[in-house]
């Protein structure tokens, strides 16, 4: 007999693409009484892959099934309601999700009350919804990225009709404010500032995934971030594909991710760091802003992708190797402090041996201090899926492992040059040894010291003595 399906609304990767208008709406959540206490007595545990945009989705789903009643679980077998918040971006992030819904098919076996729920960048995709839907009964709810806030009407649906539920829309423009949060850390928090992305680089999927570029109204952003001072947070990092677009949907005001930075410069939050920046869009403005330092982070995480203009034109990234090095050399200069860090595709469809020394070279005199690096993976849908994939996996693994040589090398420059420095830490808690407390320094490097408990949550000094690939060993200074 097949299942039955009380909502059915499949996503569309080709709508998906369209950007209808520039007016986002912008909605405020309202929890309905009738929703109150469906979660009472269970437990829910919920998976998060990919992106700190999921981190923080993560955080609002949370959020609503805490108001409803649910409690926060980490084990399979004690849940009530399992979710898989996905991630789209490469295809082994899939595989590793359609590995842990066969998995989890057991568990349904044994207690059959139990809901399961997918939600994420990979609900927006069409092929993976049939997948579902054919192959993975085990699924009661897909959700997509735009619908998080009706999260207690789709439970709601599935405990009063036994049915499953497709809701997935591929054109949503609507930001809505005060989603209940439930964050995961109690001195740093993510602030998203806009959600979705217009560049539609020819290998990329969230465009597609997550929508038109919308910005958050710069108001209630600031308000958000002054209430988390409040409260006692230190950090915030503010979230975006491009946080270099924000304000550039608005109608109404001329107001740009500059503008922001400096607004927030005048808040109480003692540390704001955002991801993620695009070459093309970061500008003067934005690099002032930076240089006047105050609570602004000298981290810059700023994906090049390609040091090749062949292979950047192909990717549709809109600028050039030079012009990128420009923008390195303007952000040295205006903060000498400053650490930057990015991302690299490498066997790009038609990349050549001269293409990937290129990207060697950008490397080099871009001297970054970190970097993730990635193999192209083809993503249905996108342009550059359509291009012919000319490397065998041997070259392609190859020149990832050349590319890392490469960017550890930074790793390590990047934190020696702190030898003998005295460097201020938010300490996170307790590294794997006892007694030693790790943290993170305003350039995001990572330092163990010895010291007490009552030093997690707060800042301290650190005088750093060795640096090491992946971290730095430094002594409290009392
Ligand atoms: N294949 C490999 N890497 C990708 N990224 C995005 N799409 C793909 C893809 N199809 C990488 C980019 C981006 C990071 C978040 O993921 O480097 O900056
Ligand atoms: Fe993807 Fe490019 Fe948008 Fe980043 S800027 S999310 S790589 S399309």
Known sequence: MKAKISKFIVPSLKDARKRLTKNTNHIHFKLDEKYLGIGDGKFYHLKTYGCQGNLADSEKISGILESVGYKKTDSDEKADLIIFNTCAIRENAENRVFGELGRIKSLKESNPQLIMGLCGCMA??????????????????????????????????????????FEVYSIEGDIVEDVPVRRD????????????????????????????????????????????????YIEITLLGQNVNAYGKDFTDRNYTFADLLKDLNNTNIKRIRFTTSHPRDLDDATIEAMARGGNIMPHLHLPVQSGSNEILKKMNRKYTKEEYLEKIEKLKKAIPSISITTDIIVAFPGESEEDFNETLDLVRKADFEGAYTFIFSPREGT?????????????????????????????????????????????????????????????????????????IGTLVNVKIEKAFSWHLRGKLVE
Not at 150 to 165: A, D, I
Request: aromatic share 8%; charged share 30%.
């Open 124 to 165: 927006q995709e069409e092929k993976v919804v049939d997948l579902i839907k054919k192959k993975y009964p085990q699924v009661d709810i897909v959700f997509g990225t735009h619908n998080i806030h009706n999260l207690p009407e789709y439970l709601e649906n599935c405990y009063s009709n036994q049915g499953r539920v």
């Open 185 to 232: 850390h109690n001195k740093k928090a993510w602030v998203n500032i806009m959600y979705g992305c217009d560049e539609f680089c020819t290998y990329c999927i969230v465009p597609y995934t997550r929508g038109k570029e919308r910005s958050r109204l710069p108001e209630d952003i600031i308000k958000e971030v002054e209430q988390l001072a409040n409260e006692g």
């Open 383 to 455: 342009p550059a899926a359509k291009l012919e994939d000319n490397l065998s996996k041997e070259v392609k693994k190859e020149r990832l492992l050349t590319l890392n040589k490469l960017i550890n090398e930074g790793y390590a420059k990047g934190n020696k040059r702190f030898e003998g420095e005295i460097v201020e830490v938010l300490v996170e808690g307790f590294s794997d040894k006892k007694d030693t407390l790790t943290g993170y320094t305003p350039n995001n490097k990572l330092v163990n010291f010895v010291g007490k408990e009552e030093l």
